[in-house]
C-alpha cells in the first residue's frame, strides 16, 4: 500500500520569508499527486494536482510544487508566504489499489503559521 | 464553495447515542468518500461509494455504516458512539475514481462532539 510523509509538522515563518514543505511517497507505479490546503475551521480546498508532463506545476495563491520522480517527492513552495497562508496543508498520493480502484493516501500534514 | 454539500455543520449528541451524516456530491460526481480528521489520528479515509455502489473501505468502525442513494447523496450512519469519536467528518466526491486522473473535492465537514 501506498504511504504518504510529511516531514514537517509544524513551520513557522515571518511574513515574506520563501516556504518549502517537504511530501515524500512510497510507491512503485505511476501516481497523481495532489497538495490540499486547510484554513483554520474550514475544509480542504485543492492547491495544486500532478498529473503527468511538466514536473513543476502552478496552483492557486502562488503555489507551486515540483515533482521529482527519482525521490519520490512532490515538496511544495511559495516564495514569499503571506499571514493570511496560515493553514494546515496535506500532500496526497492517488494510486492504483485494484479492481479498478485508486486510492487517495493523505500525508498528516504540515502547520503553517506565518508570523506579521 | 467545492459544490460539496453537508449537514449538519455541527452535532452534539452523548456517548452511546447514533447519529446520521450527510452528504450530497457535486454535481455530474458519481463518487462519495466518507474521512474521519481527529487531532491524533490525523485525516483518515472511511468508505467510498460509486454510483451507489461500496467501492473501497478504509478505517471504518463496525459501529460506523453508510449508504449512497439513487439520487447520489450519502449518508454516514455512526451508532453505539464513544467519547474517541469526536472528530470532524468530512465528505468529498468525485467524477471518475477508476480513472487516475480522478480528483476529490471536500465539503465543509460536520463537526461531532460526543460528551
Known amino acids: 500500500a501506498q504511504s504518504v510523509s510529511q516531514h514537517n509538522h509544524h513551520v513557522i515563518l515571518s511574513e515574506a520569508a520563501s516556504l518549502e514543505l517537504g511530501c515524500n511517497y512510497s510507491?512503485?507505479?505511476?501516481?497523481?499527486l495532489f497538495w490540499y490546503v486547510q484554513y483554520p475551521g474550514q475544509h480542504l480546498q485543492l492547491l495544486l494536482k500532478?498529473?503527468?508532463?511538466?514536473?513543476l506545476v502552478k496552483g492557486i495563491k502562488g503555489f507551486e510544487a515540483e515533482f521529482i520522480k527519482s525521490k519520490f517527492s512532490f515538496n511544495l513552495r511559495k516564495p514569499s508566504v503571506q499571514w493570511s497562508d496560515t493553514a494546515e496543508y496535506f500532500c496526497a498520493v492517488n494510486a492504483y489499489s485494484g479492481a479498478g480502484s485508486y486510492q487517495l493516501t493523505f500525508g498528516k500534514g504540515t502547520k503553517l503559521s506565518v508570523i506579521p | 464553495d467545492s459544490g460539496v454539500t453537508q449537514t449538519p455543520k455541527h452535532l452534539i449528541t452523548a456517548t452511546g447515542q447514533r447519529v446520521t451524516l450527510r452528504c450530497s456530491p457535486r454535481s455530474g460526481d458519481l463518487s462519495v468518500y466518507w474521512y474521519q480528521q481527529s487531532l491524533d489520528q490525523g485525516l483518515q479515509f472511511l468508505i467510498q461509494y460509486y454510483n451507489g455502489e461500496e467501492r473501497a473501505k478504509g478505517n471504518i468502525l463496525e459501529r460506523f455504516s453508510a449508504q449512497q442513494f439513487p439520487d447520489l447523496h450519502s449518508e454516514l450512519n455512526l451508532s453505539s458512539l464513544e467519547l474517541g469519536d469526536s472528530a470532524l467528518y468530512f465528505c468529498?466526491?468525485?467524477?471518475?475514481?477508476?480513472?487516475?486522473?480522478?480528483?476529490?473535492?471536500f465539503g465543509p465537514g460536520t463537526r461531532l462532539t460526543v460528551l
Open positions: 500532478y498529473f503527468s508532463g511538466d514536473p
Open positions: 468529498a466526491s468525485s467524477f471518475e475514481p477508476g480513472h487516475r486522473t480522478d480528483t476529490q473535492y
Open positions: 510507491y512503485g507505479g505511476t501516481v497523481n
